[in-house]
Every structure is written in structure tokens, then in C-alpha cells.
T-cell receptor, first 116, second 110 residues
Framework: DGGITQSPKYLFRKEGQNVTLSCEQN?????MYWYRQDPGQGLRLIYY???????QKGDIAEGYSVSREKKESFPLTVTSAQKNPTAFYLC???????????????FGPGTRLTVT | QQPVQSPQAVILREGEDAVINCSSS?????VHWYRQKHGEAPVFLMI?????EQKGHDKISASFNEKKQQSSLYLTASQLSYSGTYFC???????????FGTGTRLTIIP
């Protein structure tokens, strides 16, 4: 089955610790995304990558870091510099196709991070 | 610039129709619609490209008014399974960098 996996589903950390969230896809998609979702809010873009070894900051990148060493993997590190890290984190991927077109984003099941 | 969705919430009886709007202050390249059930990942519904094209499948359809920079999602003869929060995501430049609205919570009651 093709899809996106995120692990773990729930994650608990103490304040001041860095934590890395995993995102893997076997859809052969070029583009991958990380979003943050807070209760009652929409999805806010943290980082995105359109090709291996390249990524761009989204709207709320401060306190986060990413890497894209492999096409299938796009891990997100929540650093201690992120002031309010407790949230639901969603990873997504998308096929890169023809210019002038648009393609759906496929979402993983999410990781709920709680920092106390 | 985050798109504005309206209404924020709506409650319908099964079989009734609903319209959800998504407005932008900037010219749009495309609008994406997703539905999310509580605690789950968003699920893709449809994409509309600039040009005013209307799309639909089953009893869910959408339109894109390029002059108004507004997209509307139409749900006809709503079913219980339509309950959830609907998000629109807007792409300004065709680079697939989406900005999502804050969502419209739709509740369908029997």
C-alpha cells in the first residue's frame, strides 16, 4: 500500500528538549510539507521541500528544522527554541507534474506532540 | 495572506444543502478543498484552477470566481458522513505552497 507514515502518533517531551518527528512516504512524490495545527485552527506551513537536498521556510519556521536527504523522508525537529511546541503536526506529500497544473496533497495521520 | 472562510460553523439536518465560502484578498492561482474529521488527517476533495471552472463529484461540487477571488463549496442532500471541518487552501503563484483558512465546522444531525 502506498502512503505516508508518521511516527509516533503521540509524543510527550519535557520542555527544553529537542524532538524529531518522522515522516516517510512511498508514493514517489517529489514535494513534501510539514504543517502545524492548533485546536480550532487551520493548517500552518512550517517547512516544505520540492526536491531532495532543498527545502524552504514556510510561514512559521522559527524554532523548527528539517532535512531532506532522501526522497522518501522529511523529518522535522522541534527545537527548544520553539516557544509553544504543543500541537498536532501533519506531514504531506505531493506529486510534481506539469507546469500550469495543480495536484492534491496527501496527508499522513499526524503526530500529536505534548511538551510539559 | 490567509483566506477567509464563512461560515465558521453550520449545523444541518440530513438531506439539507450547505454552501461554504473561501475568499482571498489576492489573486489566486488555485484553490484546494479538504475535509478533516476530528483527530484525523485532512482528506482531499477537489482543486480548482483559475479560470472559473466548476468541479464536482457525487453531491459535492465547487466553483471558483476569479473576479471575486472566491471559491464556494456546495454540499447537496447532506449525509451524516459529510460532518467534519472543511478547509480551503489557496495557492497564489502556482508553486503549490498552500495557505489554509481556519476552517468551517459542519455538523449533520439525523
Amino acid at each position: 500500500d502506498g502512503g505516508i507514515t508518521q511516527s509516533p502518533k503521540y509524543l510527550f517531551r519535557k520542555e527544553g528538549q529537542n524532538v524529531t518527528l518522522s515522516c516517510e512516504q512511498n508514493l514517489n512524490h517529489d514535494a513534501m510539507y510539514w504543517y502545524r495545527q492548533d485546536p480550532g485552527q487551520g493548517l500552518r506551513l512550517i517547512y516544505y521541500s520540492q526536491i531532495v537536498n532543498d527545502f524552504q521556510k514556510g510561514d512559521i519556521a522559527e524554532g523548527y528544522s528539517v532535512s531532506r536527504e532522501k526522497k522518501e523522508s522529511f523529518p522535522l525537529t522541534v527545537t527548544s527554541a520553539q516557544k509553544n511546541p504543543t500541537a498536532f503536526y501533519l506531514c504531506a506529500s505531493r506529486h510534481s507534474g506539469l507546469a500550469g497544473s495543480a495536484y492534491e496533497q496527501y496527508f499522513g495521520p499526524g503526530t500529536r506532540l505534548t511538551v510539559t | 495572506q490567509q483566506p477567509v472562510q464563512s461560515p465558521q460553523a453550520v449545523i444541518l439536518r440530513e438531506g439539507e444543502d450547505a454552501v461554504i465560502n473561501c475568499s482571498s484578498s489576492k489573486a489566486l492561482y488555485s484553490v484546494h478543498w479538504y475535509r478533516q474529521k476530528h483527530g484525523e488527517a485532512p482528506v482531499f476533495l477537489m482543486i480548482l484552477l483559475k479560470g472559473g471552472e466548476q468541479k464536482g463529484h457525487d453531491k459535492i461540487s465547487a466553483s471558483f470566481n476569479e473576479k471575486k477571488q472566491q471559491s464556494s463549496l456546495y454540499l447537496t442532500a447532506s449525509q451524516l458522513s459529510y460532518s467534519g471541518t472543511y478547509f480551503c487552501g489557496t495557492d497564489l503563484f502556482g508553486n503549490e505552497k498552500l495557505t489554509f483558512g481556519t476552517g468551517t465546522r459542519l455538523t449533520i444531525i439525523p
